[in-house]
């Protein structure tokens, strides 16, 4: 096991050498001049090279890609063209946003993918498998950016339950710890705030969930279905076991197993998903930040972030795939 | 963004920035005539080569120290290439420049300003190396602000974050992509009007739809930048109301004038009359802006009210191709159409005004394709004058007032290969140059008119329409004016209970 672990980490480093430079090339190989945006329509062309100068775009290709390796290796992803800031600071005051969002949407596809799928499974080609089979199409057709447009009109004009946008009142004091909203509110035991929190993060969490919670929800469906024709099963059936013992103790571990893979997936796939919902919702995090640099061509924020994504996805995927190791020991042997 | 206005160079920031700082020369309330700022007065020297600015006393910054003859000196001295200046009392040193004042080198103040010196506690003299009569107006600009020494050189890195200047608010906070909180200063010198409101917060809510709702919902007490269609329903709505203010803007179509086909005034004034600008204004612009006779907005002093303006007429249209040599357009190869792929004040729907204007010349017979692309590269294209453009969209929003900042900047192609319509007239460049070194305004004024007559009668560009700016607003917000350089001036403005 050690060194099954040991061997697909150390794969991690050409994996995300290989997204430094892809991103560095089609970065630089897509038209769009950084300077020409920061100065708009009053560019001069002496301006123009000053800037160019200055974020170093006048060298040639290979030195601006040793030069990012090389900051790299110290740990430094370099400094934002639009904020001046390092790219390292601004990912930091921006993850734990997106994470936050991301997990509650996981968690909430989690429960409703893994509960809709097991029903579904149990009851087949009855009316609710229908039913959550047709929302799970449309759940995953549905565009994002109009789903987010339509609650915010019913749920908050309309009703007035939830707020619109942004992830905390603005006139709501909270005493930032680690950037984790809700766990800075427990922290400091501000009850207002944590409830101001939650009834923010809601929506754009329900949003974001749409596509992940179709998609576990058909594949734990799929699973189920396989492991409750296995003989084992049968058997459980026969000894005169409950219908509710024979599912949630003998086949749902089973089925379970793809599903971890699929969830451990959504998770990267949440995060990319992220800049819609951050755009629309108005949420501060790494997605609205980077669909901004793609805009504004920042080409350190791009470069940095998408490496930082890249990192935390492949380490998710080692995490899942030895956590699989763990629930089925067949694997690790190869 | 940030919040250093010498650094700066998105509305964003300066929106922020307007209410934390404070230049020299100020612009009146919805206008550009320049007033007294944080100098009293100042005195220009029979040549136009020196100006002495006397300093208001008893200003001080947020932090507490003092606003003074150093301040400016260090202000505006840092932005300088070569830093000639003299401070008065302790020689503070100006930390090394992190990066490219943008503003100030596009504003070609390196080649306009040589030394600034501290004569005394409240006395700034600057010594130009030119004459160049829109200094002052420059002076007004944001990148012009007064910032404090003691707290840029105590961490020259974090001011950017931490702003303090003289204005009628201090920053408080900063959530990034979140909100900037701004508290009243009570210490503010201008003790008429405001500062009323105890706090101020911006908050960043990058979609228009959704930040209408926010407004709607009385969230937020002033929307920016709405989408067009959703004005009309603001105006329905009777907890909002409408602001509004004509644009200091000019969207224009021009002509590739390196290109033998455009040198040609027929050929360009064909266009100019085939061109139905006003159906342009009422549908593409909804209505929200004006057809424009000349390439500054009426509310500039030296706009010519002679001038009347390409009228829409086929007829002279085709009179004139066919004065060009293209009969019913026979013979013409078909030609490109630039279009802006981004809504721009000047230009709400960049893309719509093309296809407006290829089949307005399909009707004098002129074939014409619309290219575009994205933002950075269409400016960097349109700069090389390519020959598979023909025409292009573009615009400028005004900086400081001065009708240099166009004229100058737009169309004089002589003077430097980055003036984008690069339409050479050795007339029209001594025209300009003679309004650099006038001081005198009047005399200024006239020389404008005569340079806006001989655009008229050349039609290097026609000019489509000046835009209104609107903002929706809740109905207890008072007092509140939008300004034409865009700035948001928070000030005078109280809520009504």
């Known amino acids: ?334 | 963004m940030g919040l250093d206005p010498a650094y700066e160079t998105d509305g964003n920031s300066f929106m922020v920035c307007d209410n934390i700082f404070e230049a020299l020369v100020a612009y009146a309330d919805e206008s550009t005539q320049l007033e007294p700022g944080l100098a009293e007065s100042w005195d220009i020297s029979a040549d136009g080569m020196t100006y002495t600015f006397h300093l208001r006393k008893g200003v001080k910054f947020h932090d507490g120290t003092p606003f003074n003859a150093d301040a400016v000196v260090f202000s505006i001295g840092r932005m300088m290439k070569e830093r000639k200046v003299k401070f008065l009392n302790q020689p503070l040193t100006i930390p090394a420049q992190e990066r490219t004042p943008e503003y100030w080198v596009s504003m070609e103040m390196d080649n306009t300003v040589d030394t600034i010196e501290a004569i005394d506690d409240y006395t700034v003299v600057f010594k130009l190396k030119r004459v160049e009569a829109p200094f002052l107006a420059n002076m007004g600009m944001d990148f012009a602000d007064i910032i404090s020494p003691t707290a840029f050189t105590k961490n020259p890195k974090e001011f950017v974050r931490n702003p303090v200047g003289t204005g009628p608010f201090k920053f408080v906070s900063w959530v990034k992509d979140d909100r900037i909180i701004l508290e009243k200063n009570k210490d503010y010198w201008d003790k008429k009007g405001g500062p009323y409101l105890d706090k101020l917060i911006f908050r960043s809510i990058p979609e228009n739809s959704v930040r209408f709702l926010e407004l709607k919902t009385g969230n937020i007490n002033i929307c920016q930048y709405p989408n067009p269609a959703d004005i009309p329903m603001a105006a329905k709505d009777k907890k909002l109301k409408l602001v509004s203010q004509p644009g200091m803007n000019i969207g224009y179509l021009s002509f590739n004038h390196t290109k033998k086909l455009w040198q040609d005034a027929s050929m360009r004034k064909a266009i100019a009359h085939a061109i139905n600008r006003e159906a342009i204004v009422d549908n593409i612009y909804q209505g929200m802006g004006q057809v424009a006779s000349n390439p500054i907005p009426p509310t500039m002093w030296g706009y010519n009210k002679e001038v009347p303006g390409f009228k829409y007429d086929l007829d002279l249209a085709k009179a004139y191709l066919a004065k060009a040599g293209f009969p019913e357009g026979k013979g013409l190869p078909e030609i490109t159409l630039w279009s802006m792929p981004v809504p721009r004040p000047y230009n709400p729907e960049g893309l719509k005004v093309g296809v407006a204007m290829i089949s307005d010349l399909s009707k004098i017979g002129i074939k014409a394709k619309i290219v575009s692309y994205d933002w950075g590269t269409y400016l960097k294209r349109q700069r090389e004058q390519p020959d598979d453009m023909d025409l292009f969209q573009l615009g400028w929003t005004g900086d400081n007032g001065d009708p240099d900042n166009f004229l100058a900047v737009l169309f004089d192609g002589l003077a430097s290969s980055s003036i984008r319509t690069q339409w050479k007239n050795e007339q029209y460049h001594n025209y300009m140059l003679e309004g650099k070194q006038t001081v005198d305004q009047a005399k200024r004024a006239e020389i404008y008119k005569k340079a806006l007559q001989l655009i008229y009668e050349e039609c290097p560009v026609i000019s489509i329409a000046h835009s209104t700016v609107i903002s929706p607003i809740t109905k207890n917000v008072m007092n509140y004016k939008l300004h034409p350089t865009a700035s948001v001036r928070m000030k005078d403005v109280w809520m009504q209970k």
Not at chain 1, 44 to 69: C, I
Not at chain 1, 196 to 223: G, N, Y
């Open chain 1, 1 to 334: 096991m050690p060194a099954y672990i040991l061997r697909r980490f150390l794969i991690l480093i050409p994996t995300l050498l290989g997204v430094s430079i892809i991103v560095f090339m089609m970065l630089r190989l897509t038209p769009g001049d950084p300077a020409e945006l920061l100065l708009g329509e009053r560019a001069t062309e002496s301006a123009l090279q000053e800037v160019r100068e200055h974020l170093g775009l006048n060298e040639p290709l290979h030195v601006q890609y040793g030069l990012f390796l090389k900051r790299l290796m110290k740990g430094d992803l370099g400094e934002t063209i639009w904020t001046r800031q390092k790219v390292w600071i601004e990912v930091k005051q921006r993850f734990p946003a997106t994470i936050e969002l991301s997990l509650v949407a996981l968690c909430i596809s989690c429960f409703f993918g893994v509960l809709f799928g097991i029903v579904s499974a149990t009851r087949q080609y009855s009316l609710f498998d229908y039913l959550s089979m047709l929302g799970a199409l449309a759940g995953v057709s549905m565009p994002i950016f109009w789903l987010g447009l339509v609650f915010m009109l019913i749920f908050s004009l309309n009703l007035g339950w939830l707020p619109i946008s942004g992830r905390l009142d603005v006139h709501i004091n909270l005493e930032v710890i680690t950037n984790f909203y809700i766990l800075d509110a427990v922290l400091t035991r501000n009850w207002e705030a944590l409830r101001d929190v939650i009834w923010h993060i809601i929506m754009p969490a329900v949003t974001l969930s749409t596509i992940p919670t179709a998609i576990v929800a058909r594949m734990t469906r799929s699973s189920m279905l396989e492991v409750l024709r296995q003989d084992y099963i049968k058997t459980a059936k026969a000894k005169g076991l409950s219908n509710f013992k024979v599912i949630f103790k003998h086949a749902l571990r089973n089925a379970l197993i793809p599903v971890v893979t699929t969830i451990g997936l959504q998770f990267g796939i949440l995060m990319g998903g992220a800049i819609l919902t951050e755009t629309i919702f108005a949420w501060p995090g790494v997605g609205k930040w980077m669909y901004d640099a793609v805009m504004q061509r920042d080409y350190m924020v791009i470069q940095g972030g998408t490496l930082f994504i890249a990192t935390i996805f492949v380490v998710i995927n080692l995490f899942v795939d030895v956590l699989y190791a763990v629930i089925n020991p067949r694997i690790s042997v190869k």
